[in-house]
């Protein structure tokens, strides 16, 4: 009885959406949808656009089990490219408030930025959206330690963060698809990453949440296609100088041909598995953090040694992880974190470089993380 009452009130959460949806199209536009011969085929449609968008919705908890979302403004973070002029047409299509248009000019590729950004906000001119545009010379702004890609999301995640909040949004939404997932999953292990970083992206963290995480780059391109949309390719996506391009363009077809073409699914299967994981150390590491008295983490910040005696060597890392957090230090990977949690074990002194800026001194009796002078 309760899955028959489930899977009605689903059907009518997502007819909400579909029905909403059609009020925006042209006549022609409504037409085409409903054409059974030469219109859009059923998988690119919008009632079935309607089932993806409703589903990532409830499950990420920005939607009701009736199709309803908030009422209030919403931020789209708009590139130009592929992925999120499709997240923008979703938004458009069935968020019932305002949708913000938000790009970010990283001041990196001269001419061809302008361009998305003319681009971009001629889309949200069209679409009767407000566009906003931010800017920084992301070169000029790194931290020691960061590279040019850290920086440049650091400076784009703080800007529409800081818009989000100045307009009274109730979120930021990007456009992340199940091969970024993928991506960032094997990446992330090849760097060295513990059960955090194997979850790969987050579908919902704060404000900012992913409704096309669950849709893959192809399909989304054919749902601009099917309608004739248009976005801008940028140029430097193809350059395998970066490391995410290389994944991207070399390495991923290249195991997908010699070892699995069903890489992208397991991987995506894998970060599911390990969000449970996550989860259990972010709840350990808080309650470490409580019981050593981190929980208002500053620093400078000393813990006596003798805290640490009662702990595995699991659960240092653990806390390690959950201070570093805490105190937004760049991550450590799997080896630095267990190398620092058995220089903590061992009683010794020593000195442990943490990175932007930061060391973690020993003594015979105390733990310090303090600023590098």
């Known amino acids: 009885m309760t899955r028959t009452m489930n899977a009605k009130e689903q059907k009518r959460g997502i007819r909400v959406l579909y029905e909403n949806a059609l009020s925006r199209l042209s006549p022609e536009e409504r037409e085409k949808e409903r054409r059974k011969e030469g219109g859009i085929p059923y998988p690119l449609s919008l009632i079935a656009l309607a089932g993806h968008f409703y589903k990532a919705g409830t499950e990420q908890g920005w939607m009701r089990a009736d ?123 090849l760097r060295g990453t513990g059960v955090r970083g194997s979850v790969g992206i987050p579908p919902r963290r704060g404000l900012f949440f992913r409704p096309l995480l669950g849709l893959e780059r192809d399909f989304l391109r054919a749902i601009l296609d099917s309608r004739k949309l248009k976005w801008q390719e940028d140029a430097t996506n193809a350059d395998i100088c970066y490391t995410r391009n290389f994944l991207r363009e070399s390495l991923f077809p290249l195991m997908k ?57 699991q659960e240092i890392v653990i806390f390690i ?41 020993g003594s015979a009796k105390r733990v310090c993380w303090t600023r590098e002078s």
């Not at 790009?103 to 302008?114: C, D, L, S, T």
């Not at 709840?283 to 595995?312: H, I, N, Y």
């Not at 957090?325 to 903590?344: E, F, G």
């Open 67 to 189: 199709g309803r979302m908030p009422s209030a403004l919403v931020v789209a973070a708009v590139s130009g490219g592929g992925d999120s002029v499709a997240l923008l047409w979703f938004l458009r299509m069935f968020c019932t408030g305002p949708v913000l248009c938000a790009h970010f000019n990283h001041g990196i590729r001269g001419r061809a930025a302008e361009q998305d950004e003319a681009f971009v906000r001629a889309l949200a001119r069209d679409w009767n959206l407000e566009f906003l545009a931010g800017r920084a010379e992301v070169p000029s702004a790194m931290a020691p330690g960061e590279s040019l890609e850290m920086a440049a999301r650091r400076l784009r995640h703080d800007f529409l963060e800081r818009t989000a909040l100045e307009r009274g949004a109730w979120g930021v939404a990007l456009g992340h698809n199940r091969e970024d997932l993928a991506e960032t999953v094997f990446f992330n292990l």
């Open 257 to 313: 041909e010699k070892i699995n073409a069903r890489l992208v699914d397991h991987l995506v299967a894998f970060a599911e598995d390990m969000r449970y994981y996550r989860e259990e150390e972010e709840r350990l590491g808080k309650e470490l953090l409580f019981r050593l008295g981190c929980d208002a983490a500053l620093l400078p910040l000393t813990v006596e040694r003798s805290q640490f005696l009662p702990l595995s060597e």
């Open 321 to 361: 992880r959950a201070l570093g957090r805490a105190l937004k230090l760049p991550t450590l990977s799997r080896i630095a974190a267990l190398d620092l949690s058995r220089k903590i074990a061992e009683g010794g002194t020593f000195v442990f470089p943490w990175g932007g800026g930061v060391r973690v001194q």
